[in-house]
Nanobody, 122 residues
């Protein structure tokens, strides 16, 4: 059983940075970060294929966010830079053995954390 726990969310001003952590990802083949705001679908923003350390990003965060792993700490991170109010959301970590429906499709992922809130003020 995979148990994921996110941390690192908070409130920052536009242009600021945050680093989210997702503990418990050591046995996952795919790890991704999603975000969701009320009334909207959950959006996949960053994913890593752990065997090859291959990463992918949604256009909305490319160049600003970086997903990385620390296998010794059994943790996956999401470094978020140049934040803006449109990044305000609940951020979730997800893990899977395979991503049949696509790496940014929520139903591809079996395990989910409870989320951590990120709020960016102007």
């Amino acid at each position: 059983q995979v148990h994921l726990v996110e941390s690192g969310g908070g409130s920052v001003q536009t242009g600021g940075s945050l680093r989210l952590s997702c503990a418990g990802t050591e046995s996952a083949t795919w790890v991704a970060w999603f975000r969701q705001t009320p009334g909207k679908e959950r959006e996949g923003i960053a994913a890593v294929y752990t065997p090859g350390d291959s990463t992918d990003y949604a256009d909305s965060v490319k160049g600003r966010f970086t997903i990385s792993q620390d296998n010794a700490k059994k943790t996956t991170y999401l470094q978020m830079n140049s934040l803006n109010p449109e990044d305000t959301a609940m951020y979730y970590c997800a893990a899977a053995g395979s991503v049949f429906w696509g790496r940014f499709v929520p139903k591809s992922y079996t395990y989910w954390g409870r989320g951590t809130q990120v709020t960016v003020s102007s």
